[in-house]
């Protein structure tokens, strides 16, 4: 009988990867055919750049939608059946496709999406302020944490337990060595005020071959330093960084460097059998406490910390991280598990990053569970996209973890997706671990008007006028840092 269930549970598996390879297969035969028309009319060409990119993100998009498949076969998690989204009675009234098509609008222009358990997006502050969170100062067995010393040994470590097999993944047991190499220096950079070094962190893949994933951090150092300086580190997609923010911190006297992610592991589901998780797991399927790509970047991050620890010019103790919307949840998790980041700065950070989940507002724990983003996450996350009330921690818990080291939270009053007021509701019942480790954070109980700086304590937060950036942030940040970094 256990054999043929498995033949069984074989031959629908086989059967939906044919089924998702077909709009793969669709598109490659179609761009075939251009080309051998074009072939017979004597005007053979290579296919378009806009033809390469479209069959890429049709096998992207295949490969990811098996990949997903498989982890709700393997949760044993079956998605409901919904209705059409016009005539689902759920879908929040006075909702609208413009043109009868798109995505559903409301007179604002918010933008409505459904999870693909049912829910909406909520934008509606009388649904989002009913809410219990879990207590960071109450351990699992209902005792209360009443000093430092059981934080520290007790109740610090349940929280991280949930989210190493709950949320983000554990760290494997064994990851290949990193060797860093300088490959070019630029002594002119920025008009002279600026050295700036193309660093590669080359990953030991002799245990299996067929995955070559590298880490790639370019890196600014001031000039006319006279001596060891502070450097933030950006995760990043990318190692071009934004011009007038390296110019403001060269500027300062400070380093600065840009972390590709990408490098290190792609950001889709298709990825998952290649990157770090692909090495570390040698292109085999993930295990439900295995770690997703957030997880990945930010030991990518650790690593690229151990190499700047060792860099003459920058100080060892002055070394922070930042990043911005699913960077700025990667730097709040790297802070959270790494130490020796001195001080976290997440800019519009959301759902899974500093916005509180239990709020129900804007981004959810159901749309980071989905499709398109649940590479993020441990397999095991996603069998909360129905349930995030039952989940063990909050964003408040994240913050927790960070504690007693300085930590700057940012959200922008348009970017109403990644929820600010529930950033600054997080900040607010993180604040007492703060003053438990002999700290101080947010006094204050009322979302701050637009621009109003909070920075007077270690945990600090900022909501400015307009959208998903943080660029308006940056020169607060510095302030803030400085009372840090001298």
């Known amino acids: 009988m256990e054999n043929s269930n498995k033949t069984q549970l074989n031959d629908i598996v086989k059967s939906f990867e044919r089924l998702i390879m077909k709009n793969y297969i669709k598109i490659a035969l179609f761009m075939f055919a251009l080309i051998v028309a074009a072939g017979v009319q ?37 998605l409901p059946d919904l209705p059409d989204m016009a005539n689902d009675p759920n879908r929040p009234k006075n909702t609208f496709q413009k043109d009868g098509v798109g995505a559903y609008l409301d007179q604002q222009g918010h933008r409505y999406s459904r999870t693909r358990w049912g829910d909406w997006i909520n934008y509606d502050e009388n649904i989002a302020k009913d809410y219990t969170l879990p207590d960071p100062l109450v ?39 990193v060797t860093f190499e300088v490959n070019n220096v630029d002594n002119t950079a920025l008009e002279g005020k600026a050295i700036k070094k193309t660093i590669t962190g080359l990953i030991d893949n002799s245990g299996y071959p067929a995955v070559k994933p590298v880490i790639n951090v370019v890196l600014y150092l001031p000039a006319k330093a006279k001596g060891p300086v502070p450097l933030m580190v950006i995760a990043s997609s990318n190692t071009t960084g934004n011009s007038q923010l390296i110019n ?35 292109g085999k ?14 030991w990518g991050l650790s690593r690229s910390l151990d190499y700047f620890q060792t860099d003459k ?16 949840k990667t730097a709040l998790l790297a802070g959270a598990m790494d130490a020796r980041w001195a001080i976290v700065f997440a800019s519009c950070s959301g ?70 007021k529930g950033e600054f509701e997080a900040c607010v019942t993180a604040t007492p671990i703060y003053y438990l480790l002999g700290k101080t954070g947010i006094k204050v109980t009322e979302l701050p008007a637009p621009d109003v700086s909070l920075i007077n304590g270690d945990l600090a937060f900022r909501e400015h006028e307009g959208g998903h950036t943080d660029e308006p942030d940056w020169p607060v940040f510095m302030k803030f840092a400085k009372k840090y970094f001298k």
């Open 42 to 78: 004597g005007q053979v060409t290579a296919p378009s750049f806009e033809q390469l990119a479209a069959l890429k993100r049709a096998k992207t998009d295949s490969l990811t939608s098996l990949n997903y498949q498989q982890l709700l076969n393997m949760l044993a998690i079956k």
């Open 351 to 420: 759902s899974m990053g500093a916005s509180l989940e239990r709020r129900n507002f804007g981004e959810t724990v159901g749309i980071v569970a989905g499709e398109t983003e649940y590479h993020w996450m441990a397999p095991n996350f996603v069998k909360y996209g129905g349930d995030w009330k039952n989940l063990p921690v909050d964003a408040h818990d994240m913050m927790a973890l960070i504690a007693p080291r300085p930590l700057f939270i940012t959200g922008g009053t348009q970017d109403i997706w990644a929820d600010p």
């Open 139 to 177: 351990l699992k067995n209902g005792k209360a944490v009443t000093n430092a010393q059981t934080w520290w040994k007790k109740r610090r470590p349940e929280i991280v337990t949930d989210y190493e097999t709950e949320i983000f993944g554990r760290v494997p047991k064994t990851t290949p060595k």
């Open 285 to 298: 399927a993930r295990n439900p406490e295995d770690w997703g790509s957030i997880r990945a970047w930010s």
């Open 313 to 328: 010019a920058i100080n060892p103790k002055q070394i922070g991280i930042a990043g911005h919307s699913r960077w700025g």
């Open 248 to 282: 403001l911190l060269i500027s300062e006297g400070w380093a600065m460097a840009i972390f590709d992610t990408n490098s290190l592991q792609a950001d889709n589901g298709a990825g998952l059998s290649q990157g770090i998780i692909g090495l570390v797991g040698q």
